[in-house]
């Protein structure tokens, strides 16, 4: 039976671990070709040799989304080898957390660059190919600390501008058959919430047990999750959803 995203192809960035690594692999068992970019060469290749093993088409690259260059290239390798570029997701982030007055000037500017700078890279990159082929699907990573979160004035103000980008793509590119949505994820179990913990120094169970405590739905998110609701925005049959936020976090959020 063929799947959803039979005969399209995804670009993913920072596909290589988390929730990036769970958004390709649910586009590759519906079918799509794949496409991954992440700075994190070790794990890139140990998800991409895991993806071909499992007989998918994959495409990857050690690219940093900052560098408008290396990302172009990126793209269009896959739209060369590929045909096309259909998804694009901007999945790639990193975190320098710290309350503003111990925040420095390269953790405000590394947050901002990798966020707002790597997506916008991408979207600027992968836009040429989906205007000529009059379809598109752009999903952006938001997150629930765009509403605000404690030592993450950072992360807080590039999630939330991303927002922002998410909603004017969908207005400029609406026209051309390419829809742009955002997925804001709550607290999902992945490599980056473990560093959160070794950050504040809790032992990961006890991050995971306060965070289940504050979640209705009485646990964490998984990365698939997040590739569920990415899933939808990315499917064809999503077309007159443009321009929305989706906070998959177990509860509600505003």
């Known amino acids: ?33 794949v496409a991954l970019i992440d700075l994190n060469e070790e794990a ?10 499992k007989g998918y088409q994959v495409y990857s690259k050690v690219a940093n989304v900052v560098d408008a260059e290396q990302v172009e290239a990126a793209v269009k390798e896959v739209y060369e080898a590929y045909g096309s570029v259909d998804i694009l997701v901007n999945n790639a982030g990193v975190i320098r957390d710290n309350m503003l007055f111990k925040m420095s000037d390269s953790d405000w500017q590394t947050v901002m660059d990798v966020h707002l700078k790597g997506s916008f890279n991408a979207a ?3 836009q040429k190919y989906m205007v000529e082929n009059k379809y598109g699907r752009i999903i952006n990573i938001s997150s629930t600390s765009a509403l605000g979160n404690r030592g993450q004035a950072n992360y807080a103000a590039a999630k939330a501008g991303l927002q922002g980008f998410t ?4 207005i400029e590119l609406g026209r051309y058959g390419i829809t742009a949505n955002s997925v804001a994820p709550g607290f ?3 490599e980056m919430t473990m560093e959160t913990a070794a950050r504040i120094g809790i032992p990961f169970e006890q991050l995971i047990q306060a965070s289940v405590s504050q ?7 998984k990365p698939a999750d997040i590739a569920n609701a990415v899933a939808f925005f990315a499917d064809e049959k ?9 906070y998959v976090a177990g509860g509600p959020k505003s």
């Open 167 to 170: 909603k004017t793509l969908a």
């Open 1 to 33: 039976m063929a799947g959803r995203f039979t005969g399209k192809v995804a670009f993913v960035t920072g596909g290589s671990r988390g929730i990036g690594k769970g958004i390709v692999e649910l586009f590759a068992q519906e079918g799509a070709k």
């Open 215 to 221: 979640i209705p739905v009485g646990r964490t998110g």
């Open 238 to 246: 999503s077309s007159f959803v443009n321009g929305q936020v989706l």
């Open 124 to 126: 600027r990159a992968a």
């Open 188 to 190: 999902i179990e992945t």
């Open 44 to 53: 890139l290749s140990q998800t991409t040799n895991e993806l071909r093993e």
